[in-house]
């Protein structure tokens, strides 16, 4: 008899959690709040259902053949980047050609989630479900929690003295829908990642004036890289990665900074890093051009409010605000459990690679999409989902959950004496992470194996970017196109592109030509050199304090 699972959510990561359950002969059940799928990507006029939607015009900053599912490549016409209409077209897309729909109880709140007496022995979970006033009661024998990071909205009012006071309209980014509303105002927008720079850019034109509020700065990065290729494509890459665990941080910090601000000067235009703060990127195409046009003032933090205006940490006051608009994130819970899980799930230091609570004595429990990765979380929940069901199934184990638990309590209390850094709060290597997961499946692609079977795909793999269909080309899961679709990715990410083309123009060979010609010398030689290394490698590797992130590494070469 199949296991049953519980799907809690169905945006992005329920809809793969959905697909893997049936690859794996589970019995999916999904329950959604809402009456449709898609999650944050479904658009609507308003938030008062209290759910986070994206706003109207967001655009995604992960190009398609980065972040779609692994064995469901986008069609060749969509864009690269594309708005949440598009982008919902392929989820429902996805959705359709798995037959996932008949799965899904739309309109269905979870109410609670709870271990059943015999937990021990069986890993089975009690689920109180409420659709339309009626509750039901259901056992099953897995549960995954597919409801992300966006729940809550992070209002931190209590930091910004006066602001009681202010008469003005204040509000959370998740409110935010269209810029018309805000014609002729003075905007204030408090918080600088990829959120506050693309509604304080969209502002910027109907707005009178925006006032961007920022504490630590940040790196820009644009959609697109040299020659006009998508950013993610050129930076996310095995030979990068391979690099980065060798050079110095300093020197590849020293390499970024030195690119970075040869496309403006991050310091010139007031967004360079405040000395003693963690580094910061976000993608943006249009910031630095309104910030040059003045459509946009950057300003450091604010130090207190007035009825009508702000008065910020350098003593400069902007008089007369209308709106301030905080974009400033948002915090998870998870209502339906109870103590002491409820409280444990929010700590990733608690989650077995950040998926399976660390407190439980049966691995039946999956926290799928509560992931900061740089790069692709489309591309890393159905990795979790994966593993999750595996898992579940009993064909893939984690250690002993004592053990874990008191590793994971250890490090807590190092981090609050200070004697380590809290690393949970960073953002995943993307590489990194997605090899771990793939690992403990058994679908991490292996390069020397790829070279001595299909040298031409070893190279597309090894020095091309690393899409998530190399986590189809082995292994449980294995999918029969995913070698094609590696060697025509570039093809779909040009083909919306090429829509004038201009007879009998002449161009020097194409760099995939060389690529071509030298790929197999290269692609040995690093080879060669990796295996006859690696013991120095692991030496040199272990002495170095920082890992380099994808964004760094490209910068080299």
């Known amino acids: 008899m199949a296991k049953k699972v519980a799907v809690i959510g169905a945006g992005v990561s329920g809809l793969s959690s959905i697909k893997c359950c049936l690859d794996e002969d589970l019995e999916p059940t999904c329950f959604e709040r809402s009456n449709d799928i898609g ?21 995604t900053n992960v190009c398609k053949e980065m972040s779609c599912y692994s064995d469901f490549p986008f069609q ?63 056992v099953f024998d897995a549960v995954m929690v597919c409801t992300g990071h966006f729940l809550n909205p992070h209002l931190p009012l209590e930091a910004f003295p006066g602001i009681h006071k202010f008469k003005g309209q204040i509000l959370h980014s998740q409110e935010y829908k269209i810029p018309e509303v805000f014609q002729g105002k003075r905007v204030l927008v408090i918080g600088l990642g990829n959120t506050g720079g693309d509604v304080a850019v969209e502002l910027s034109r109907t707005a009178a004036q925006v006032l961007l509020s920022t504490r630590t700065g940040t790196w820009v990065f644009g959609r697109s890289s040299d020659w006009g290729y998508p950013y993610n494509m050129m930076v996310t890459r095995r030979c990068y990665s391979f690099i980065a665990q060798v050079l110095p941080s300093r020197f590849l910090n020293w390499i970024q900074e030195r690119k970075l601000n040869k496309r403006f000067n991050h310091e010139d235009y007031g967004l360079s890093i405040t000395k003693g703060k963690q580094a910061k990127f976000i ?48 915090t998870f819970s998870f209502p339906f459990f109870e103590e002491p899980l409820k409280s444990l799930c929010t700590k990733k230091i608690f989650l077995y690679k950040n998926v399976f609570p660390l407190n439980l004595e049966r691995a039946t429990l999956a926290i799928v999409g509560l992931l900061s990765l740089k790069g692709s979380i489309l591309s890393g929940t159905e990795l979790q989902a994966r593993w999750a069901t595996r898992v579940f199934k009993g064909l893939c184990q984690i250690p002993p959950s004592q053990k874990l638990m008191m590793e994971a309590t250890k490090k807590e209390q190092l981090i609050k004496r200070g004697v380590i850094k809290d690393s949970n ?128 590494v490209s910068l080299w070469g």
């Open 39 to 59: 999650g944050l990507w479904k658009f609507t006029e308003s938030s008062k259902d209290g759910m986070t939607r994206v706003y109207k015009s967001l655009v």
């Open 76 to 138: 060749e016409d969509y864009p690269n980047f594309m708005n949440h209409e598009k982008f919902w077209d392929y989820l429902q897309e996805f959705a359709e050609h798995f037959d996932l729909l008949k799965y899904i109880q739309f309109k269905t709140t979870v109410c609670s989630i709870t271990k059943r007496p015999d937990f021990f022995t069986t890993g089975q979970w009690d689920v109180v479900t409420e659709t339309e006033g009626k509750q039901n009661r259901a």
């Open 283 to 330: 993608v943006n195409d249009e910031l630095p051009s309104c910030i040059l046009c003045g459509s946009i003032t950057i300003k450091t933090s604010v130090m207190e409010f007035t009825e009508t205006s702000a008065v910020f940490e350098d003593r400069t006051v902007e008089e007369n605000i209308d709106v301030v608009i905080f974009t400033t994130g948002y």
């Open 425 to 552: 709060k960073d953002k995943l290597d993307y590489i990194a992470y997605m090899d771990d997961i793939a690992a403990c499946i058994g679908t991490k692609p292996s390069i020397p194996l790829l070279f001595l079977k299909d040298p031409r795909l070893a190279w597309e793999v090894f020095f091309g970017p690393c899409t998530p269909y190399q986590y189809r080309l082995m292994g449980p899961g294995k999918w029969d196109g995913a070698r094609n679709a590696i060697l025509t990715q570039w093809d779909r990410t040009l083909k919306p592109l090429k829509t004038r083309i201009v007879p009998d123009s002449s161009k020097p060979a194409s760099k995939s030509h060389y690529l071509k010609t030298w790929g197999a010398p290269v692609l040995l030689a690093s080879l060669l050199l990796i295996c006859k290394y690696s013991f120095f490698l692991k030496l040199v590797r272990d002495k170095l304090q920082d890992r380099m992130s994808p964004y760094l």
